[in-house]
């Protein structure tokens, strides 16, 4: 009897842990069928109301082509803009002119060859030719900040494993990046009353 009185608690349990059968599955129903116009409601919405707000979309101008956050402007060597950097330049510029309020942040760079007073100079050379092609575009000077980096920054190893001078990783060093900030539009105060 004192088996028995064991053996039921535990059989009571080992009962509760059982998972429960799995439910049979109802069959699917068949896919709808496409929606049609022809036989949609028609719309809520006045026609006259419709007309305005298409009228009124019709009546703004397109949109302004999106502008990059950023672009890298490469120096083959000095501080002296090539046709390939004046012709990024230039589409950056046909897309910020249409947005008003657009700033310019020009971080000048530099490779490791050299002293690092010179290359700071250097860098700063390569940002100020930047900011004297934007202004000769129309770029108000006061939207333009230069920043000078020198070598601090580099994007590639200037040197190979083995310690020689890397021609491509120093190219792709002597570079300009230009910040676009375009200002975000704040809502209008509300009227007072």
Known sequence: ?????????????????????????????????????????????????????????????????????????????????????????????DKAKPVLGVTYILRGHSDSAGSDRDNLRTSRRRAEAVSD????????????????????RPVSPNTKDNGEPDPDGQARNRRVEVEVIVPTESAPAPPRQ
Do not use: W
Request: include cysteine; proline fraction near 12%.
């Open 133 to 152: 092609y934007l202004v000769e575009h129309g770029v108000p000077a006061d939207s333009i900040s230069v920043i000078a980096i020198g070598e601090g």
């Open 1 to 93: 009897m004192s088996r028995l009185l064991v053996l039921l608690p535990l059989l009571a349990l080992i009962g509760c842990n059982r998972a429960p059968p799995p439910r049979e599955r109802e069959p699917e129903a068949p896919p709808a069928a496409t929606f049609d116009n022809a036989t949609a409601a028609q719309s809520i919405v006045r026609p006259e109301v419709i007309a305005e707000v298409e009228h009124e979309q019709a009546m703004k101008p397109d949109a302004a082509p999106a502008l990059p956050s950023s672009i890298t402007i490469t120096f083959p060597s000095g501080a002296t803009l090539d046709a390939s950097g004046e012709a990024a330049l230039d589409r950056l510029l």
